[in-house]
Antibody, heavy 118, light 113 residues
């Protein structure tokens, strides 16, 4: 069974750096074609893709957020980590990680809600 | 970036009736070398993550009821729910994965009339 689970702080202060961890099971990020993405959703709003890391360690970032994002993986721990610098209240959202294998995002985590407030 | 738009923003349909959602991309998501449209549809119920319904524009994900169907090619796509059930109340998103930078539509909310 494929599962993904997001973890990280529920509350961060403005200007702080957010670090989120996606821990997954049921697949290997060493498998050719396998990718994990981060996607966020502000309350009541649409989905926004943030970043992706591939089995071969290729990385891709949202055009509008790429200066603030870093994605990495630890294949041995089955984890993908996203850091986002200089957090602002507009970054308040539920953050999801999702698997992509060849086509669309087929498996999603339950999401973790992050509030940015002083 | 490829911009995705959806229409309508919301719709209310009677139980058992057809619901149709449209999605348009700012450029073609049809990859000529394999003739596949890199377009997916997701369903999101309140408090839940999105669930993949359709990929390659018209292929149903395993376990998705056959009342859900996808069609279209190039830049214009449609998600059809042939006979709306109460459990289909949700927000539906289209998403392109043609680009290495995927983008989602703004969503269409489906309710019962």
């Amino acid at each position: 069974q494929v599962t993904l689970r997001e973890s990280g702080p529920a509350l961060v202060k403005p200007t702080q750096t957010l670090t989120l961890t996606c821990t997954f099971s049921g697949f290997s990020l060493s498998t050719s074609g396998m990718c994990v993405s981060w996607i966020r959703q502000p309350p009541g709003k649409a989905l926004e893709w943030l970043a992706r890391i591939d089995w071969d360690d290729d990385k891709y970032y949202s055009t509008s957020l790429k200066t603030r994002l870093t994605i990495s993986k630890d294949t041995s721990k089955n984890q993908v980590v996203l850091t986002m610098t200089n957090m602002d209240p507009v970054d308040t959202a539920t953050y999801y990680c999702a698997r992509k294998f060849v086509d669309a995002f087929d498996i999603w985590g339950q999401g973790t809600m992050v509030t940015v407030s002083s | 970036d490829i911009v995705m738009t959806q229409s309508p923003d919301s719709l209310a349909v009677s139980l058992g009736e057809r619901a149709t959602i449209n999605c348009k991309s700012s450029q073609s998501v049809l990859y000529s070398s394999n003739n596949k449209n890199y377009l997916a549809w997701y369903q999101q119920k309140p408090g839940q993550p999105p669930k993949l319904l359709i990929y390659w524009a018209s292929t149903r994900e395993s376990g998705v009821p056959d009342r859900f169907s996808g069609s279209g090619s190039g830049t214009d796509f449609t998600l059809t729910i042939s006979s709306l059930q109460a459990e289909d109340v949700a927000v539906y998103y289209c998403q392109q994965y043609y680009s290495t930078l995927p983008t989602f539509g703004p969503g269409t909310k489906v309710d019962i009339k």
